[in-house]
């Protein structure tokens, strides 16, 4: 089948790509669009060019699988000209969506048209690259700098009556009408002529461009690709059009040749794979999920609800006490009203959802629900009790899953009857907000059980990944190979402060002290403050619980902003000193050895183990459940640019236990 076909109506050259899944420029497409163009361009009796695709969509973009690879095929920009250069008027005729490469085929048709579902953007700066095919230039031409360096440096796309409000589109279409349409237009064209965009004016003011960095400082913070954005948007202001795009090229192709594109690549492909289950047919049928029910009306309760009552889906909340269930639902509507105070909702639609939530003291409330989420306590008799009632009252068919966080799936489903319905499904806190779902597989688990719980986190805006069942699945598990050598530094002399800066100029959110204060330091503590074992024994004995109240490995305002303690670092030193290890400076790259290159570590671990599908699984874990910086593409990808070799070299220094899998790497 060929990529672009052509047809001739009339005085009109209709040039069709046909790339599924998503028109892709292909290199086999750029070269169909260069003879398409080149067979208008020398036939006398056409008089204008429709510029159109079949499928799902419009052009999406350059084909990202071709990035990196040696080229082939006709150069992207040189296509591009000669249709910009076209003495017949080309109409871009636009459904779907246009993005990255795709906007900029049609920035060079000279006119657009579109239908009202369309979508228009440049999203490669999330792909930390820019728009290297004169978008960055042609942009400002047409719809101004203000719009456009918005467009190109946060990567959203605008739909196409905002599209038509600024320009970008010419005329709307009817939704089913497009093909007609975009030749009506055409014939009305011939009359006006071409209008290459490369001869309009840049229009607007730069200011715009220092707001955009002031507003994004802290989202972009380690970034690259925004700024070259912005800098390229800044660049078609002050030069001629092609000493613009050579700027342009020129810091494309810095960022194409730097790590954080690959990475954030990488993450694209890696997000998508994640949704795939080894070994199950893609086609395999769903259970029904309509109605579901959520056990604890805690933090981890009420957040989870939030994501299913957002989509439309009715929830019981079961608590085991009045007091505690209003709370939990309160809570609910203050942070749904929040939102709406920020115009994310409506009032009627913050209504809308409170009306799906069913609140109930009983578990026999959930007997008709679909799925069941347990979110109570973190402790295995209880998880056993509540699945185990669960059994008695659930209907057949029913998916019961736990959001425990470490606990052995397998002894919660061995509780019920019918441990093929039961699997973990993992939430990050805050539950409403954070991307990731760990789908964790029982031994026992149904096929088609993992698969519906794998939908329907994609249906509540989640990307989900399958973890087997292992002591803290994929994150936590790596997370504390992280925790317990930062707590040994503390021991051998480094700070937390001086630990933590490690990690939040490596670009993580926070580092290893912080995130203990955040979730609290005395979880887990046996409450016993004669009883000094740890560090964080000695921190809550002095009564340091973290950011809960005020004061933990730092101390914190009223705001939780945190800042050294002079008390918590004696307490440290105090308990330090009976270690009787020595005092020593310790460095920055030490720390990246012992607290970055084990999680690396026990990523092979859990491969080795098959508890996680795949290396990019476990990148996608850490960098939407756990803030890992996108550019820098996930541990595992992450450990592959630092080398196997030098990363066993440093952990066997430090006397840690190599994956053989990492060992055969190096
Ligand atoms: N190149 C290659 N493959 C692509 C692709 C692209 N640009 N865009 C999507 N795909 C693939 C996906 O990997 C997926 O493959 P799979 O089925 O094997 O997993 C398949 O197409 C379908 O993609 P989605 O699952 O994402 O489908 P959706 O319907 O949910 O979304 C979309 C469609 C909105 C087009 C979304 O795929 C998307 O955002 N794509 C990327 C768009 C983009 O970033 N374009 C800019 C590219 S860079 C560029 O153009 C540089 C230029 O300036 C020179």
Redesign the pocket.
Known sequence: MQSVTTQKIGNILVIVVNNP??N??SWHVRQGLSDGVDQGLNDPEIEAMVLRCDG??FI??????EFGKPPQGPD?NQVLRTIESATQPVVGAIHG?A????L?TALVCHYRIAVPSAKLG???V??G?L???G?TQRLPRIVGVEAAATMCSLGEPVSASKAASMGLVDRIAGEGSLAEDAIAYAKELIAVGPRATRDLPVKGDTAIIEQLKAANARKWKGFEAPYANLACVEAATKLPFDEGMAFERAEFMKLMGGSQSAAQRHM??AE??AAKIDGLPKDLPLRTVNKVGVIGAGTMGGGISMNFLAKGIPVTIVEMVQENLDRGVGVIRKNYEASAAKGRFTTEQVEGMMALLTPSLTLESLADCDLVIEAVYENMDVKKEVFGKLDAICKPGAILASNTSYLNVDEIAAATSRPQDVLGMHFFSPANVMKLLEVVRGEKTAPDVLATAMAIGKKIGKVAVVAGVCHGFIGNRMLSTRQQPAMQLLLEGATPEQIDKVHTDFGMPMGPFQMSDLAGLDIGWHRDPSRVETIRDALCAAGRFGQKNGKGFYDYDAKRVGTPSAEALAIIEEFRATSNLPKREISEQEIIERTLYPMVNEGYKILEEGKAQRASDIDVVWIYGYGWPIYRGGPMFWGDLEGAGKIVEALERHGVAVAESLKAKA
């Open positions: 899944p998503v892709a420029l799902n969509t999406a973009g350059a084909d990202i699988t992207f969506t993005l990255g490469g795709g900029e440049v999203p490669e999330k792909l690259l728009p290297g095919a978008g694209f492909f998508r794979q």
